[in-house]
């Protein structure tokens, strides 16, 4: 069974995104991972091969590991015991160009087409359920369409009452899963920003929400 937590911890002003998963039994590792920006900041990992091969007791001893390095994680950030610098924040659009490319028309293939690759979400029309999103995200190489690992993602909710960013990475299959409680929209114009950035390579995909969204209105 896998286990796995996601978590924001502000300091500062900055959003600090914390993943903690269990990445199977295969290689037994417990991964923990804090995200800014679409950057990994920190990696932490821990071997759970004491506990192989899992029962019902040894799950629930490996679900309490979890819990204890996620929240350790969180502690050290919130106290200043694990020091991050963010990255640069990247610069905001130009306003005529937002303009020019309503949120709603957006063709993700043409979102992507500077970049050297694709971005996908995957789960477009069931990726929100009452206000749980789970997104389900791909990041291919455009030329061959294999897998990118480590990709960093960044989603972000514009037109949110609260700052809303939420980030993650790509596994070795070139997919991500990232889950969030949907913030309340209070913007004339809320969009699902979802950014994919890997070296130089960066694309990005924007979906305009409705007031009480329940799919991405793509164009």
Known sequence: MLFGHNSNVTIGGTIFHVQTEDRGTAIAVIDTTVHCRGRVMHRR?????????????????????LDEQHRAVMEELRSGALHLDPPQAPAAPPASAAVATPAAK???????????????LMNAKTWLSGRHATMQIAVRHKNGGTPVAGAGICVRIDGAADRAEFSTETRANGDALLEF??????????????????????TQLRFQLRAKPKVPAAG
Not at 181 to 202: H, S
Request: charged residues 25%.
């Open 45 to 65: 990992k821990a071997s759970y091969l004491d506990l192989l091969p899992l029962n019902a007791d040894s799950e629930q001893a490996l679900k309490l590991r």
């Open 106 to 120: 957006v063709d993700p293939a043409a979102a992507a087409q500077n970049s050297e690759i694709g971005l996908e």
């Open 181 to 202: 409680d949907m913030p309340r929209l209070t913007g004339d114009e809320p969009a699902l920003v979802i950014e994919a950035m890997v070296g130089a390579a960066r």
